[in-house]
C-alpha cells in the first residue's frame, strides 16, 4: 500500500536547496499544470470517478486537490514574502476533497485554474531574491517554521506526487 499512496517515496526536506535544485523545483511547478492536464485529457468519468488506491481519492478529487492545495501554497509564499514568519493557516484537505464544487464542477476549471495560478506562481520564484529564500512562515499543524527554499521543494514533490498517482493508475488499469 505504502506504493500505490507515495508512488515517488514521501516528501524529504532537503538539508540545503541550491540554485539548481531551486531552477529544477521552478521548472517542475512550471510544468505540473500542462503534465497534469495531459494525464487526464483521455479519461472518461468512469475512469475520473476511479480511486487511485483503495480508499482514495478518485482521480478527480486528485485533480482538485492540486488546485486547492497550490492555490493555499502560493498564499503561503505571498504571505511569508510579506510578513515577518506569519502563522498560516491549515485546512482540512479531506473535508476539501468532499465539498460541492469537488463533486460539481470539471476538472477542466481546475486544470485552467493550475494553469493560470502557476503562471504567476513562476513568475514570482523566478524573481526572487537570495535573501527570500530564507523567509519563513509558521505551520501550527506541525508546529514547524518553513523557509521559501523548502517550501518551494515540498510543492515541487506534492505536484509529482499525486501526478505520479493517477499516471500509475492508468498504467495498472491500462488506460494508456
Known sequence: MEDLRYPI???HAPALVTADMRK???NDIRHLPSLLELAVQT????????PYRPGGW???QVVHHVADSHMNGFTRLKLALTEDNPTIKPYDETAWAELPDV???PINVSITLLHALHTRWVAVLEHMEARHWDRTFFHPGNNAVSNMATHLANYSWHG????AH???????????
Open 103 to 105: 463533486q460539481y464542477t
Open 160 to 163: 509529482l506526487h499525486h501526478l
Open 58 to 60: 478518485t482521480v478527480a
Open 166 to 176: 493517477i499516471e500509475k493508475l492508468k498504467e495498472r488499469e491500462g488506460w494508456q
Open 43 to 50: 479519461l472518461d468519468a468512469h475512469q475520473l470517478g476511479t
Open 9 to 11: 517515496g514521501r516528501f
Open 24 to 26: 529544477k523545483y521552478i
